[in-house]
């Protein structure tokens, strides 16, 4: 119950935040440079997001790095400076995790 409370303040919290940045904001241009890190929002997230499942793989204590989940992180770190198309590389990552955890298993 606490988790759902604690949830459900948090997104509140969040749509408070974000509506009034964007009720005080539409009266006045973002600057250019502002503008421009904000491109760099969503790499960053994503990458926060999965770095610690590849290198804290079993231990949260220290560094475990499991080889299969490595090797499908720069394989899909691979497809995405190929292709630069986050759906083939969400698709690449798993379904070669999957296949190099059945390999190594």
């Not at 988790?3 to 969040?14: D, E, K, N, P, T």
């Amino acid at each position: 119950m606490r988790f759902y409370l604690l949830f459900g303040v948090l997104a509140v919290a969040l749509l408070v935040i974000k509506g009034l940045f964007l009720c005080f904001v539409p009266n006045r241009k973002i600057p250019p440079f502002l503008e421009r890190s904000f491109r760099y929002i969503p790499p960053a997230v994503l990458a926060a997001l999965i770095a610690p499942s590849v290198f804290y793989a079993g231990n949260p204590a220290g560094l475990d790095v499991s080889p299969a989940r490595l090797a499908a992180g720069l394989a899909a770190f691979a497809v995405a400076l190929r292709t630069k198309n986050i759906l083939i590389t969400i698709a690449t990552g798993m379904i070669l995790l999957w296949v190099f955890s059945f390999l190594s298993a």
